[in-house]
């Protein structure tokens, strides 16, 4: 079958090189190259054990004290409260213990095989060094302050997550770097992490183009159906692009396209920020997560990165670049010997639905569509066990994972 797959980021790329293991042709449909928008500046974490979902319990206590805070862990625009309240209002809502639950088990499902679905990809295209299995250290100030986090982390051991206990001792031991300000820390084995995601995305990739796929530089702007099945995919500016089935892997620009296929999906973009230090003489081994300071910081190619935070402020409104500076402000405080001489700046988009899980399944309108989007936080980690389960529900075959929490249509039952 020739595919379309609309976006060429991590995700889109993911679908389209599985789908290429099956035999299909497949054609890229993106304006920008692979890995210009989100795929390109996040925190290259790579972990089974993010399973937890952005909200959770007992997290709306703490969101006024955040919004006040312009340059906090979580912000919205002023402008844009009107727009995103009913988005915050679903958000908290799945926050309650008995949704992260469930959220947290769909969600460990889909991140548990992240490795076996990237070892094939990046095996072929002659790329395994980029991806690492060094582990990730959660870290606190002691052991008393982690406590505030233990009810998320017992959920993830329940689910399988393997986290060993590190006191000080073994903590400065491993990261001498992070010596003297943390004194607790939960050390997760099995994590992973790329030094470089826009470098991992380019080469899967690369190696999809070697394997026959093509690439239409355009904007997908709808879809032309023939009875219950599209037909061909509509190009911004004219023309089209005749297929026998299409994936939409837009990204936080999926909404309106999946409009025209299904009842409404509540995307949002939750931008984030990140400053690496090319400067940096750190030497960190293992992806780090400050909890306290909410803040991750990742060892890459290009130098120490560190990342996170949430803004809402929509798809269009520039980026306030002053949230990079006190991620850095906040780097400084937790490596105080770090040479910040050199340091770059970025904003992304992460596509975010209120339950904090993607949506992966038919479209509910044409019987040859696809949906693969919004993997919020956790997309680099979630990519390639979705262009799996794509590439499964494209031949029939059964997923090898459970899809029903993903499914296009669970906002239409909810409301
Ligand atoms: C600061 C930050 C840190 C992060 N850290 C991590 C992390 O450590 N680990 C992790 O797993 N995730 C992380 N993420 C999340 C991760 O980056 C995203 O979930 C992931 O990149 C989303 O991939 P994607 O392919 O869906 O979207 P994108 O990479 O945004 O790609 C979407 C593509 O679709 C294209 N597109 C959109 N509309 C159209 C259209 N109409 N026609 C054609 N093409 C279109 C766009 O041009 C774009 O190229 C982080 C994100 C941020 C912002």
Known sequence: MRIAVIGNGIVGTCCGAWLQRDGHEVVFIDPLGPAEAASFGNAGSLSPSACLPVGMPGMWKKVPGWLLDRLGPLTVRWWYAPFVAPWLWRFLRASSPAEVVRIATAMRGLLAPIFECYEPLLQRAGATGLMRRSGCLYVYSSRQAAKQWAWGMELRRRLGVELREVGEEELAALEPDLKGRFRFGLLAPENGS????????????????????????????????????????????????????????????????ARQLGPAIPLETQRGYHVTVESSTLGLTHTVMAVEHNIMANPMRMGLRLAGTVEFAGLSAAPDMRRADALLARGREIFPHLDTSRVTRWMGHRPCLPDSMPVIGRAPRADNAWFAFGHGHVGMCGAASTGREVANLVAGRAPQIDLSPFSPTRFRRAA
Do not use: H, N, Y
């Open 194 to 257: 790329t030094p470089d995601p826009g470098a991992l995305t380019r080469a899967i990739f690369a190696q999809c183009e070697k394997d026959g796929a093509t690439t239409v530089r355009a904007r997908a702007g709808g879809f032309r159906l023939r009875g219950g099945s599209v037909a061909a995919v509509t190009l911004e500016g004219g023309g089209e692009m005749a297929c026998d089935g299409v994936v939409l892997a837009g990204g936080a620009w999926s909404a309106r396209l």
